[in-house]
């Protein structure tokens, strides 16, 4: 029993048979969009909340995780990333964190509903802190149909920041897509998904990774670290390279990088390659 | 809100503003103790869960991630371990990983509360494997009594794998009972302790950090690792050695070890090693 004392919001994860509460203090927005619901919630202790069709998307406590790890190991892996495509992350944190490599010539942000980008630029104001750099693109449009008909080779990192696969979401976790963004990237080109629970979703991770490899890709990986707002607190982004070793990552520049990270460091990126014993099956 | 047509168990953590819950099928066990309260339910997705004091202790299916960071990293930093204390532990998953290993010749598993390791032998039976190894002491007394008498310099690896800093385990994050480990070890000794959730308890950490450096021990580090059932999902062990560094691990002997694992190896320990960002301030 969640103690009725306080307001809070849960999250039931069925298929695990688990659920996470927060203790909430203010409901500061509902709205039904074309595409799904969206709630932002004022929590007692992990910032704002952002909620789409019931599942947490982020807290203003915990995202600095999946927004260093779903940008740096891909752009550290990249020989010289300048254009930079992300499909989805509409509260702009990964936007944020793909825009602090100088080297970054141009950054796009597919996000298909508008309104989460609006609201994350009232509710979480400091992921949303790059959306007025000259090089970042805001584009509000469908990423399926956005990565059809991209320009073969044109592209240097693609970073899938989607909500989970069910709903709109969907079609960015098939293998059309994956094969799509296969052709948009350049020879040395990288992609990166966030690819869920790898205690949850061991099968889901399995078939990101068979999807990659059928598109070409060369090296693929899957980096797993905590992310205490989703269910299991454990999370993870799967990387693929079109050419060359994952292992061979920028450690030098990681370690002269000219901007502030909170937990990524040249360490962590080696330490999320790390495969667990039950992973290595995948 | 808590779908109503499952029955739960929650357990709230207050200073988090959080709170985890889990679809239980049955309430197995309900005993008051002379020193607390112990549950044991059987969850829907879970397996079995032991819960102390409304705390949750372990499931049956995360716990291989608890059990094997807590022991392994430990005993494969120590050049011979010979000799290995557990204080707590009552479950009996770090001795069954203790003796794990071949070389170890006596675990001592000196746990306050006899009633925890009766109901883990029923409802964690896969725990408890290892009890009935001669190898294998089963003490039920206070370990902080058990280690003010203990002979110096006799012990090689002791692990501290207690509840939370509250109630009975209140003592054992103290600096005299850190002490009286320092002084239990032999010259090669290492200890290594369960030190809570590296986001929501870093000053604790911090604290144990500053004890086990005024023990005197040299090289100490603060290993990450999931742990679904607890709060944030992330968890820590921190790890002291009396000399030498904890970077100079057996590796090739994990990577020959003798037994199957389900998380821990090599890459694993040393991933566990790398320190995030925001922890380096500690």
Redesign the interface.
């Known amino acids: ?3 009725e004392d306080r307001k ?1 919001f ?1 999250e ?1 994860c069925k ?9 909430i203090e203010e409901h500061l927005a509902h709205e039904v969009t074309e595409f799904q619901t969206i709630d932002i919630y004022r ?4 910032g704002n909340l952002m909620v789409i069709d019931g599942f947490v998307m982020l807290t203003g ?2 995202n600095f995780l999946y927004h260093e790890m779903l940008s740096h190991p891909a752009l550290y892996s990249h020989p010289a990333p300048k254009n930079v495509l992300i499909i989805g992350g509409g509260d702009c944190g990964t936007l944020r964190e793909v825009l602090r490599h100088p080297e970054v010539h141009s950054a796009t942000q597919v996000e298909i509903d508008e309104r989460v980008t609006r609201l994350a630029e009232i509710h979480f104001p400091e992921l949303c802190d790059s959306n007025e750099d000259p090089r970042a693109h805001l584009l509000f449009e469908d990423g399926l149909e956005y990565m059809r008909n991209i320009d073969p080779g044109s592209i240097d990192v693609i970073i899938i920041d989607s909500t989970d696969p069910v709903g709109p979401a969907e079609g960015l976790f098939g293998p059309k897509f994956v094969a799509d963004c296969f052709r948009a990237l350049g020879p040395d080109g990288i992609m990166t998904q966030q690819s869920e629970s ?2 949850l979703h061991p099968h889901l991770i399995a078939g990101i990774r068979q999807n990659m490899e059928k598109a070409g890709f060369g090296d693929i990986r899957t980096l ?1 670290f ?3 707002c989703y269910p ?3 999370w993870s982004a799967t990387m693929a390279a079109k050419s060359g070793s994952l292992d061979d990552f920028r450690q030098e520049d990681i370690r002269h990088r000219p901007f ?6 040249a ?2 990126h ?9 992973m290595q099956a995948l």
């Not at 502030?260 to 460091?265: F, G, L, Q, R, W």
């Open positions: 029993m969640l103690p809070w849960t039931v298929e695990a048979g688990s659920a996470q509460s927060w203790v929590t007692a202790k992990w406590r915990d790898p205690l797993g905590p992310q205490p299991s607190g454990w502030p990270t909170h937990y990524y460091n360490q962590v080696q330490a999320a390659l790390a495969v667990p014993v039950f």
